[in-house]
């Protein structure tokens, strides 16, 4: 019954935005860090940002940092992505990602793709 689900991906413009939710239930989400992971055509998966479960502490590739933000709804079990100043670079999917307290669930992924 663990399950992540993303939505809001699509097709942006260089130096536009897209904002990535995660919906999660069947576990207990408001306990457990979570993260956004990203795999380009070719490349390996790679972790793009974390959030600890109070939102106390985050993390970010040194690709996104400055440009990206992540946050999170407990009381709506649902994480975000906030993406400003895309770049071509950034086309990929993103997977919402949790492996914490006997947790390791998966999202389908959101195919964001940043194109002219």
């Known amino acids: 019954q663990e399950q992540l689900v993303e939505s809001g991906g699509g097709l942006a413009q260089p130096g536009g935005s897209l904002r990535l939710s995660c919906a999660a239930s069947?576990?207990?989400?408001?306990?457990?860090?979570m993260n956004w992971y990203r795999q380009a055509p070719g490349k390996e998966r790679e972790l793009v940002a974390t959030i600890t479960p109070t939102s106390s502490g985050t993390k970010y590739a040194d690709s996104v940092k400055d440009r990206f933000i992540i946050s999170r709804d407990n009381a709506l079990n649902t994480m975000y992505l906030q993406m400003n100043s895309l770049k071509p670079e950034d086309t990929a999917m993103y997977y919402c990602h949790c492996n914490s307290y006997g947790v390791n669930v998966w999202g389908k992924g959101a195919l964001v793709t940043v194109s002219s």
């Open positions: 069947g576990f207990t989400f408001s306990r457990r860090t």
